[in-house]
Nanobody, 114 residues
């Protein structure tokens, strides 16, 4: 069973940066996609970025040029570097790993506010 734990969230001022990290443990040799999703209060969960086992990446239009996803296979971590944050990025961010099913972390709050 795959377990995921997010870290690195918190409060940041507009224009600031945060790096979210996801530590993945458990059986993970069948994972072929790692991603970050977010849920803004009152809205549905949406994809932010993902990276596939062939290293291809995908970004939502609203984060292109600002966020970067990366994976460290040796450490079994997936990071999301978030730059130039704005208040609209305030949400609970979730890490996901797909091995035929979506495995989710518990989520971590990111608040962008002055």
């Amino acid at each position: 069973q795959v377990q995921l734990m997010e870290s690195g969230g918190g409060l940041v001022q507009p224009g600031g940066s945060l790096n979210l990290s996801c530590a993945i443990t458990g059986t993970n040799d069948k994972i072929y996609l790692w991603g970050w999703y977010r849920q803004i209060r009152g809205k549905q969960r949406e994809v932010v970025a993902y990276i596939r086992s062939d290293t291809a990446t995908h970004y939502a239009d609203f984060v292109k040029g600002r966020f970067a996803i990366s994976r460290d296979g040796a450490k079994n971590t997936v990071d999301l570097q978030m730059n130039n944050l704005n208040p609209e990025d305030t949400a609970v961010y979730y890490c996901a790993a797909v091995d035929g099913r979506f495995n989710w972390g518990q989520g971590i709050q990111v608040t962008v506010s002055s």
